[in-house]
């Protein structure tokens, strides 16, 4: 039994090279997904809030929060660049292409319409909304948005959705004693925020039909 305790505790990474893998790894992911949209960043920030929340280092939430937050922040600004250079350029880019393929037309009309008439608070909605984002960014380049007035209405935006995922990941690590039960539970919790709107849209479209 001391032979299996002892090799339990030399194979689980100490926090500090934890730590020194972790964050680096988080800001990359979630850099790149704020520029590719296809990685689940939510999950990916409740799932670190969790393992910090299970940390005895301190300020371990905190630097999940600061690392989340800059990179999603960065990130935007990127994509955001990258669309108002395509939308300067007489052929466009595939940056702007892709911006566009992910705006469906009712979605795009409807962030149009609260970008005028809200202005910037629309920005911090779309990071809460799944599948907001997108279609409110290209609302801000259709209206010529300059990159500093983006960058001052996305600034909140990116340090609400970081609070909130980290929140939903604080929430799971809360309920369990093992990390990896509380990342399985913050990562259900983040799917079920995701699909909530979804579903209501739905409800509502077929309550609308009826």
Same mark, same amino acid.
């Given at each position: 039994?001391?032979?299996?305790?002892?090799?339990?505790?030399?194979?689980?990474?100490?926090?500090?090279?934890?730590?020194?893998?972790?964050?680096?790894?988080?800001?990359?992911?979630?850099?790149?997904?704020?520029?590719?949209?296809?990685?689940?960043?939510?999950?990916?920030?409740?799932?670190?809030?969790?393992?910090?929340?299970?940390?005895?280092?301190?300020?371990?939430?905190?630097?999940?929060?600061?690392?989340?937050?800059?990179? @999603?922040? &960065?990130?935007? =600004?990127?994509? $955001?660049? !990258?669309?108002?250079?395509?939308?300067? %350029?007489?052929?466009?880019?595939? *940056?702007?292409?892709?911006?566009?393929?992910?705006?469906?037309?009712?979605?795009?009309?409807?962030?149009?319409?609260?970008?005028?008439?809200?202005?910037?608070?629309?920005?911090?909605?779309?990071?809460?909304?799944?599948?907001?984002?997108?279609?409110?960014?290209?609302?801000?380049?259709?209206?010529?948005?300059?990159?500093?007035?983006?960058?001052?209405?996305?600034?909140? @935006?990116? &340090?609400?959705? =970081?609070?909130? $995922?980290? !929140?939903?990941?604080?929430?799971?690590? %809360?309920?369990?004693?093992?990390? *990896?039960?509380?990342?399985?539970?913050?990562?259900?919790?983040?799917?079920?925020?995701?699909?909530?709107?979804?579903?209501?849209?739905?409800?509502?479209?077929?309550?609308?039909?009826?």
């Amino acid at each position: 039994m001391t032979w299996l305790a002892t090799t339990a505790t030399t194979t689980v990474p100490p926090e500090s090279t934890q730590q020194a893998l972790g964050y680096p790894s988080l800001f990359l992911l979630v850099l790149f997904g704020a520029l590719v949209p296809v990685i689940p960043t939510g999950a990916l920030v409740s799932s670190a809030a969790v393992v910090a929340f299970h940390q005895t280092a301190p300020f371990s939430l905190a630097l999940v929060f600061v690392t989340a937050s800059v990179a @999603a922040f &960065l990130g935007d =600004a990127a994509l $955001y660049w !990258l669309g108002r250079r395509g939308m300067r %350029s007489k052929n466009g880019s595939r *940056w702007l292409e892709a911006i566009r393929s992910r705006a469906p037309e009712d979605r795009l009309a409807q962030a149009q319409e609260k970008l005028a008439e809200h202005g910037g608070t629309v920005l911090v909605l779309s990071r809460l909304v799944p599948a907001g984002r997108i279609p409110v960014m290209l609302a801000c380049l259709l209206a010529k948005w300059p990159m500093r007035r983006f960058a001052r209405g996305n600034l909140p @935006a990116c &340090l609400a959705w =970081a609070v909130t $995922y980290q !929140l939903i990941g604080i929430l799971g690590g %809360s309920l369990f004693d093992e990390p *990896w039960e509380g990342v399985v539970a913050a990562v259900v919790l983040t799917v079920l925020v995701g699909a909530a709107p979804g579903v209501w849209r739905r409800i509502r479209r077929t309550t609308t039909a009826a």
